[in-house]
């Protein structure tokens, strides 16, 4: 339309559509039709209607089953990585990322994942790349064994650019009232399990991707110490802990205390959620052996350990609370189910540690710049247990 000073607005001679406008309606049609056939076999046997629909149905009948059946919710994204899927054109893995973090989340407090949707957001529909995107999604749900009923594709020209989107997703899961996991089935003794993590996982990108900025990095740069490109080991997808850990909570029953998702803010700030207020957690740094990837990025960038640990996973994604007793069949039943672990402290009693424990001045022995003794509590607006990080790191 033009504008004259005080005068009214007259059409102009071109029409202005849809499409015109940067929202092709038709390319989100041809991406639905791409997704039906995996679509299909990720809604599993429960999944009700197909692709469609304005809701996505899931047959609940399994709930009849439970005598107190507590529903469980979880909500997330990818954050950040999908700037390198979108910079490498790869779009498949970030879909089995959105899955790991959602459903793992679920996980931890013992429920049975049921139902997922997801949410793509994009700047312009290119079918085979939502595609992509939605069969990562549905490798995902079937990996994990839950059931992909729905989800949306919004195209929002001027809001993004043609090539950028972003991802997130929802699922419901389901959990006996007393097969309930968290703090309130902790206790001083309890062994500590660390799950090992598959790579940064989907947390920390925007420090990991500042780093390869700083240092001028191109994702096709082959990196020794990975064995492949970095852009590959950037994208390395999640590893997905549902199947091992539901699995773990039927063969331990009430041995089992607690699980901890390592996401956002770090081992010990995810450990410290799910601990009784006059606990406290040690865990020790040389439990495991930190992965390259950590240890590349983090001398490129300069970047301290204290930030470094509470930023990444640096190399466990889970950790299981356990009884002491259940510890090294736990242990063994993680490791042969994918997932090698590994012991990486106990629980204690507050009352129990030593005068000096949890202060957090003390210097830890080993190379120098080693991060000293860390007491990490009160995250994520929990009021609960402590988590104190004593010695030097393995890298």
């Known amino acids: 339309m033009s504008n004259t000073p005080g005068g009214t607005p007259t059409p102009t001679s071109t029409p202005l559509t849809y499409a015109a406008a940067g929202v092709d309606v038709e390319a989100g049609d041809r991406a639905v039709e791409l997704m039906k056939a995996t679509l299909a076999k990720a809604a599993g046997p429960s999944g009700i209607g197909g692709v469609g629909g304005f809701a996505g149905l899931f047959d609940a009948r399994e709930l009849t089953t439970y005598r107190h059946p507590l529903l469980a919710s979880s909500t997330d994204g990818v954050g950040t990585k999908v700037a390198i899927a979108q910079a490498l054109d790869i779009h498949g893995t970030v879909g089995v990322d ?225 009884a002491p007793n259940a510890a090294a069949d736990a242990a063994a039943h993680l490791t042969a189910a994918g997932h090698p672990t590994f012991e990486l402290g106990e629980v204690r009693a507050e009352g129990e540690l030593s005068a000096g424990a949890g202060a957090g001045a003390g210097a830890s022995a080993g190379a120098p710049g080693a991060p000293g003794e860390t007491h990490v509590q009160g995250t994520k607006g929990t009021r609960g247990g402590a988590v104190i990080l004593t010695g030097t790191y393995r890298t």
């Open 98 to 322: 959105l899955v790991a973090m959602v459903v793992d989340d679920l996980v931890v407090c013992g429920a049975k994942p049921l139902v997922m949707t997801d949410y793509i957001a994009t700047g312009r529909v290119i079918p085979e790349r939502i595609a992509a995107i939605v069969g990562g999604v549905a490798e995902g749900c079937m990996r994990t064994d839950t059931a992909l009923v729905g989800g949306e594709t919004a195209e929002h020209p001027g809001l993004l650019g043609p090539d950028e989107y972003d991802i997130a997703g929802a699922a419901v899961g389901v959990v006996e009232a007393d097969a309930l996991l968290g703090p309130a089935r902790v206790r001083p003794g309890d062994a500590l399990l660390g799950l090992a993590a598959s790579g940064l996982h989907s947390n920390g990108y925007s420090l990991a991707r500042a780093i390869v900025a700083r240092n001028g990095w191109e994702l096709g740069r082959e990196v020794a110490e990975f064995g492949r490109t970095l852009g590959e080991e950037l994208l390395e997808p999640t590893a997905l802990y549902a199947r091992a850990c539901l699995s773990l909570a039927h063969r331990l029953g009430p041995d089992l205390r607690a699980f901890a998702h390592v996401t956002g803010g770090g081992l010990a700030a995810n450990l410290a959620r799910v601990l009784p207020a006059g606990t406290a957690a040690t865990v020790r740094r040389d439990a495991w052996p930190v992965p390259p990837v950590f240890t590349v990025l983090r001398q490129a960038g300069a970047v301290p350990w204290s930030d470094a640990e509470r930023t990444w996973n640096l190399g466990i994604g889970m950790i299981a609370v356990v």
